[in-house]
């Protein structure tokens, strides 16, 4: 299986921020115990790329991404320390560019759609749309029907209670944040199950269609 439809079978893209070297592999461990073995490490934190890289050697069955990727110097930086994807929140040329050099799966930002048009002319394997949660489903759905072709991920303010319409409205993946991952919460054993319960919860809800 290549990695969209591996990333399409899972549905659900974590996104952590605020990953550092000594909470990244615990947060790793208990998303893959909860059916979902790929998360997206964003990149605007300090230490960041040192988590990436430790996750990318410790924690082999899980896929590793890296977020919040803006510009090829970034670019760069996480494909050499093993990033098996690229996410960015905008459109960037170089980016893109540098992912399909190096043979690594991008997703590139786009909101309008002359930005999402224009992204995957570009190259880009999938297109993000964020901040999803301030236009909707709806705004989805309109996108998809002239654009049916165009692979999209959804991010921002998405959660169990959402989730669902935007896979109806037709995404290929959804990008979960702080509500499945919050970093800035005591990761103490209780709040590892949680993050567990959580993504077991989201794998059943995208699974079988409706919200629990």
Do not use: W
């Amino acid at each position: 299986m290549d990695l969209f439809e591996f990333i399409r079978s899972i549905t659900i893209v974590p996104v952590i921020r605020g990953a550092t070297v000594d909470n990244i592999i615990p947060i790793g461990l208990a998303l893959q115990q909860g059916g979902i073995p790929i998360m997206e490490i964003t990149m605007e934190t300090r230490g960041a790329l040192y988590a990436l890289e430790k996750a990318v050697l410790e924690l082999e069955e899980m896929v590793v991404g890296a977020g919040t990727v803006i510009d090829s110097e970034t670019a760069q930086r996480v494909i050499e320390v093993g990033a098996q994807f690229i996410v960015s929140p905008s459109f960037s040329v170089d980016v893109i560019q540098i992912a399909k050099k190096r043979k690594i799966f991008s997703v590139a930002g786009g909101l309008t759609p002359t930005e999402i048009v224009a992204a995957f002319q570009c190259g880009a394997d999938m297109i993000k749309v964020f901040p999803a949660s301030t236009f909707g489903p709806k705004y989805i759905q309109q996108i998809k029907e002239p654009l049916p072709h165009i692979p999209l991920m959804v991010t921002g303010g998405i959660n169990e209670e959402t989730i669902c319409e935007y896979i109806k409205a037709g995404v290929d993946a959804v990008g979960i944040g702080n509500s499945l991952v919050n970093t800035r919460r005591l990761l103490n054993d209780r709040e590892l199950q949680e993050i567990t319960r959580r993504a077991l919860t989201l794998t059943t809800i995208t699974r079988k269609g409706y919200t629990l």
